[in-house]
């Protein structure tokens, strides 16, 4: 049996003190066989707290740091698997981290596949307002093809862990601004079988998020990535129309509910056009003010 090896991607931009807890949460984990692969994507502000970051774990002989040109998020994962060297890759946000079972637990998931190259996840704690919930609900049915449940479930890249190799061959698409992530997941899952580990084993952390973290050109760069991930052709026979129906009506629902009670309207006017030839004239106006009524009984 071979000992695991991990690389823990780590893209950071402007977050040096949380970019801390995050190195800290994996230099606390049971299991350590790994490497930490720090990118700073062209940072602006914070320059010497991340310089004395960078002196202070200069001693860990498995921690790298990279500086790099800013380029998002897609384009700095990518860059940060070319630096890889251990055999199974995760991802880790500097606003995030791991609780201290995470990779013990990946371990002991990919040993009991006997190895099979795949999608492994376990699941995530969600913190917001200094209190952590279940993020994660439901697990995978026997029967249920791994794209349907992931298209249904929220499922982050602090949880997941890939073959190298499966990354060297799928990589994220850096034109997506929103989403990358899920069409990641799914063209591998078309390939690739999913595992799950039903422990808790990381920390999403929402609680800097404001009223602008959802807004109507934010939602519509979501339906232009479900746009695309449906554009596959071998998704024809595994994903129906219904379901193809409520994702993308959830997210004019997102943005309808923008129109309504965000102020939004005058901003983006422009896009409601486009919303009605996508829909239809009727689901606006009955979302509209459903969404317009709550905010107002609330």
Request: charged share 25%.
């Amino acid at each position: 049996m071979s000992i695991i090896s991990f690389s823990i991607i780590i893209p950071t931009f402007n977050r040096p003190q949380l970019l801390n807890r995050a190195i800290e949460s994996i230099l606390n984990q049971t299991y350590n066989n790994f490497e930490i692969i720090i990118i700073n994507d062209g940072s602006t502000q914070y320059l010497e707290e991340y310089s004395q970051l960078k002196d202070k774990y200069s001693v860990y002989k498995q921690i790298f740091f990279f500086d790099k040109n800013n380029s998002g998020v897609s384009a700095t994962r990518n860059f940060g698997i070319t630096k890889a060297t251990g055999e199974y890759i995760c991802f880790l946000d500097d606003d995030d981290y791991y609780l201290p079972n995470h990779l013990q637990c990946l371990n002991d998931l990919i040993k009991s596949t006997n190895y099979i190259p795949g999608f492994y996840r376990t699941f995530g704690l969600l913190l917001l307002h200094e209190t952590k919930d279940k993020l994660e609900l439901t697990h995978k049915a026997d029967n249920e093809h791994s794209v349907i449940y992931i298209l249904q479930n929220l499922v982050l890249p602090i949880n997941i862990c890939l073959n190298k190799f499966i990354l060297e061959k799928h990589k994220f698409n850096e034109k997506i601004k929103y989403g990358e992530d899920y069409e990641l997941w799914i063209r591998i899952l078309i390939e690739f079988p999913l595992f799950e580990s039903y422990k808790y084993t990381a920390v999403y952390d929402r609680t800097r998020e404001t009223a602008s973290t959802g807004s109507i050109k934010k939602y519509w760069e979501y339906v232009k990535t479900f746009e695309l991930i449906f554009s596959n052709q071998k998704l024809k026979s595994i994903v129906p129309n219904n379901l193809r129906k409520q994702i993308f009506e959830k997210y004019y629902s997102w943005i309808i509910s923008n129109y309504a009670i965000n102020g939004e309207f005058r901003k983006n006017v422009k896009l409601l056009p486009k919303l009605i030839r996508s829909t239809s004239s009727n689901f606006v106006l009955k979302t509209y003010f459903a969404n317009l009524f709550r905010s107002l009984i609330n």
